[in-house]
Nanobody, 126 residues
Framework: QVQLVESGGGSVQAGASLRLSCAAS????????MSWFRQAPGKEREIVAI????????YYPNSVKGRFTISSDNARNTVYLQMTSLKPEDTAVYYC???????????????????WGPGTQVTVSS
């Protein structure tokens, strides 16, 4: 059974940086897509970044491209999200998610994932 645990959230000022970590366990993750989502109060859960474990290819939506970087440490089964130039609109609970990848398309909807961590709060003040 896949287990995901996020860490690294906190409260920062606009313009600051944070690094989130997602420790994954329970199986071998080769062939998996590992993703970060976020959900702000009253809003739907939205994709933030995806990394394909097999070849480290990545996807970012325009809202975070150039500011956020996803990476993985395969030896430690850990995925990171480096966030820079944070804005108040980045305030949300950030979730790590995992699913088997196909190598054909990126899975951008939370409905495509069945393994989730409990989330970590990120608050950015102006």
């Amino acid at each position: 059974q896949v287990q995901l645990v996020e860490s690294g959230g906190g409260s920062v000022q606009a313009g600051a940086s944070l690094r989130l970590s997602c420790a994954a366990s329970g199986r071998t993750f080769s062939g998996y897509d590992m993703s970060w989502f976020r959900q702000a109060p009253g809003k739907e859960r939205e994709i933030v970044a995806i990394i394909r474990w097999s070849d480290s290819s990545t996807y970012y939506p325009n809202s975070v491209k150039g500011r956020f970087t996803i990476s993985s440490d395969n030896a430690r089964n850990t995925v990171y999200l480096q966030m820079t130039s944070l804005k108040p609109e980045d305030t949300a609970v950030y979730y790590c998610a995992a699913r088997p990848g196909t190598g054909i398309r990126w899975y951008l909807s939370a409905n495509n994932y069945n393994s989730w961590g409990p989330g970590t709060q990120v608050t950015v003040s102006s």
